[in-house]
Nanobody, 115 residues
């Protein structure tokens, strides 16, 4: 069984920064994709960013240039560095892991961008 534990959410003012972390444990396969989705109230869950174990990344258009995803393969940990945060970035952020598509999910961490 794979477990994903997220940390780093919170309240930040517009223009501020946050870093989310997600550590995977259990029977995680060596070649995988990890990343983040988010879900705002009344909206569908959407992909924010993903990164392969080889380092290839993809981002939602709405976060390109502001968010950076990275990972530490030795620790099976993925990070999401969020800069220039906007109120519309407010959502619950979910970490995921899988071979290609999400197979495992974290419990979610709240990010609120508000003055």
């Amino acid at each position: 069984q794979v477990q994903l534990v997220e940390s780093g959410g919170g309240l930040v003012q517009p223009g501020g920064s946050l870093r989310l972390s997600c550590a995977a444990s259990g029977n995680i396969f060596s070649r995988n994709v990890m990343g983040w989705y988010r879900q705002a109230p009344g909206k569908e869950r959407e992909l924010v960013a993903g990164i392969t174990s080889g380092g290839s990344t993809n981002y939602a258009d709405s976060v390109k240039g502001r968010f950076t995803i990275s990972r530490d393969n030795a620790k099976n940990t993925v990070f999401l560095h969020m800069n220039s945060l906007k109120p519309e970035d407010t959502a619950v952020y979910y970490c995921y892991a899988g071979l290609i598509n999400p197979q495992y999910w974290g419990q979610g961490t709240q990010v609120t961008v508000s003055s």
